[in-house]
């Protein structure tokens, strides 16, 4: 049974291991609009520069924003580069302990790239790396710290970008401590002989690594089928997981028939980090006792997620969550978002296409005539209109213990049913002042049980030259009133009962 409540209810309770080539990715994003007149080269105006933690830490990356905990090992050089990814691990809410061995011989891996912002296409580079195996005693550094913290964890990840940190015996290491304490272990594999990780639980090439190591012609699923079996039997593993890009994903399993995924139907921005995404999800899932099946369908999910947002992405639980438990219909699913990017991106567009962005927000715990009213008029008073949605730790902070009666995806996929709603927003905070901040909607919109002063964000609103609107109210409609009429307790233990249409 495909239990994915279950599981996804597990995942802050996991930690899971993973080691590999760690690397610090920069980007440096900006305007081509002139050659240089020193050389036929395009010269670029730098806007903003953005650095993040890549390779294998992405991977600890995506197991941190999905709630679990991730115990990264990896190696690092003695410098500048190195001491940022400690930084920037460390801002990862404890939920990352970096486990990075030095050596001073090799520098930190770091990749710098220059991106053209209106063309969305990299124009050059820079690569800081020496490609070679770490020397002995690094390894037994690495492979103590595995060892270490092998007990506590629920899954190991082996991350390998052919750098140098995951040499044989480092991988034989790790996977003979893990399977001796009976760990499953999930393979992101490079090169073409995938003996050395024989006896991992799961190994997960992409169809060139998959052609390229069974040394066979891959015409259709068949043939990846054929091919994916001979390399788990030659490796020895449990199970072999084949990404295919736009086609999806294929499973080949001990003493079970081939499974086939199709991709989400969903538009493409960037493939960058999927894979660490897919390795991330799948060992995760495993850890919570999922099955192979199961962890695919899961990893299939992420994937869409990731390669949905520019760069390299993360994938919160609250985004796997409502692509394996999907909204009602495709357009209503792609109208929730829970990612700030995604949200920016968005409202980018529409506002290119000179649209008049609108703005309210609330619990709707139990959807009802009166919340019907008040979006149907926001969105007459608007060409676009974005509903922030509190989640489900803000209403419970808000209404009290017993609240929300709907879960946040629950909550979503009925807004996003209505015509009137294009986009659902979901905030953390007990108010949307800080989504107010960053969208910079050009109407925001209450009932009109507000003064335009009361309403959070009026001043931002009105800095920008937008409006606040006040609609009138259905009397005698709210999601108190059908509680108490229910039998259930007010929102407040001990306290009166508080509007739910639209709180402040």
Not at 119 to 131: G, I, K, P
Not at 133 to 151: K, N
Not at 178 to 205: C, E, H, M, N, Q
Not at 285 to 312: D, I, P, W
């Amino acid at each position: 049974m495909l239990d994915f409540e279950t599981f996804i209810s597990r995942i802050p309770g996991q930690t899971v291991i993973c080691i590999g080539d760690l690397m610090l990715d920069q980007f440096v994003y900006g305007e081509v609009s002139r050659v240089s007149p020193e050389a036929p080269v395009p010269v670029i105006a730098v806007r903003r520069e953005e650095t993040l933690i890549g390779g294998a830490g992405n991977v600890a990356c995506n197991l941190a924003t999905l709630g679990a905990t991730c115990v990264f090992v990896g190696v690092v050089g003695d410098d500048e580069a190195g001491r940022t990814l400690g930084d920037a691990f460390a801002r990862h809410d404890g939920r990352v302990a970096a486990r990075l061995v030095v050596d001073p011989e090799r520098p930190t891996i770091r990749k710098l790239r220059f991106v053209s912002e209106h063309y969305s296409s990299h124009l050059l580079r820079a690569d800081w790396e020496r490609v070679s195996p770490v020397p002995p005693a690094i390894e037994e550094a690495l492979l103590a710290h595995v060892e270490a913290a092998l007990p506590a964890a629920g899954a190991v990840v082996l991350s390998d970008y052919a750098k140098g940190v995951l040499t044989p015996k480092v991988v034989r290491g790790v996977i003979e401590r893990a399977r001796a304490l009976g760990k499953p272990v999930v393979v992101d594999p490079k090169g073409r002989d995938f003996s050395v990780y024989r006896g991992a639980t799961l190994i997960t090439p992409n169809r060139k690594e998959l052609g390229e190591a069974s040394r066979r012609p891959l015409a259709g699923l068949d043939d990846i089928a054929v091919a994916a079996e001979e390399l788990r039997l030659s490796a020895e593993s449990e199970a072999l997981l084949v990404t295919l890009s736009e086609e999806g994903m294929l499973l080949k399993a001990a003493g079970r028939a081939s499974v086939h995924v199709p991709a989400y139907p969903v538009r493409v921005r960037d493939v960058s980090g999927a894979g660490d995404t897919v390795v991330a999800v799948l060992a995760l899932m495993l850890a919570t006792g999922a099955g192979f099946e199961a962890a695919m369908r899961a990893a299939n999910a992420a994937a869409s997620v990731a390669v949905g947002k520019r760069g390299t992405a993360t994938v919160s639980a609250l985004e796997l969550r409502s692509h394996l438990l999907p909204a009602s219909s495709l357009a209503s699913e792609e109208k929730i978002v829970f990612d700030d990017a995604v949200l920016a991106e968005r409202v980018a567009a529409w506002r290119l296409q000179g649209l008049r962005i609108g703005f309210t927000n609330g619990c709707f715990d139990i959807l009802h005539p009166g919340h019907v009213r008040v979006l149907s008029r926001a969105r007459a008073a608007c060409d676009r209109l974005v509903v922030g949605l509190n989640s489900d730790a803000s209403v419970k902070r808000l209404k009290g213990e017993g609240r929300p009666i709907q879960d946040v995806v629950a909550r979503a996929d009925v807004l996003a049913a209505l015509e009137a709603v294009d986009l659902v927003a979901v905030f953390e905070e007990d108010t949307p002042i800080e989504l107010i901040r960053r969208l910079r909607p050009n109407v925001l919109v209450k009932g009109s049980d507000y003064r335009v002063d009361q309403v959070v964000g009026h001043e931002v609103v009105a800095a920008d030259g937008g409006e606040v609107v006040l609609v009138d109210i259905v009397p005698g409609h709210s999601t108190t009133g059908i509680l108490k009429k229910s039998g259930q307790a007010p929102d407040r233990a001990g306290g009166p009962a508080l509007p739910d249409a639209l709180p402040r």
